[in-house]
């Protein structure tokens, strides 16, 4: 039997406000930005991707998304708490199949999976992002 090999130390390069504002932050906006409709003077449209490369550009959002849910894990982040992984995996959970939305092309399942995922970010916040558990 081989013996198991060590981890690597595996450290936190930015702050998470950092990672937050540049990398998690704008992959979700795209993932919520990117269905909807909408409704302007000039009247109603729906809004989707309609090319291969702006459904190749969201899928690419819903990648960044999940594997950014892995960087939460890091020890120096989570902290071993229990919560912050349970939010954590979530999220991953719920970019994983924005993901297959996506390679899908199905507008409906990406609007219904954006709203999922923001339901596992604002969870996460309420309990730990001291911004909101800080209001009365």
Known sequence: EQPALAMPPFQ????????????LDPAADEIW??????????????????????????????????ESGNLLLL??????N????????AMIEQ???ALKAAEAKD?????TIGGDIYDACTNCHKQFDQ?????K
Do not use: C, Q
């Open 95 to 97: 970019s994983n199949r």
């Open 33 to 66: 930005e990117s269905v909807g409709t909408v409704i302007t003077v000039e009247g109603t449209f729906e809004k989707a991707p309609a090319t291969d490369d702006e459904w190749a550009g969201l899928k690419g959002s819903a990648m960044r998304l999940a």
């Open 75 to 80: 020890p120096s982040r989570s902290g071993g």
């Open 107 to 111: 507008k409906d399942a990406i609007f």
């Open 12 to 23: 936190a390069t930015v702050s998470m406000h950092d990672l937050m504002n540049n990398v």
């Open 131 to 135: 911004a909101i558990t800080s209001v």
């Open 82 to 89: 229990p919560d912050w992984i349970k939010y954590s995996l």
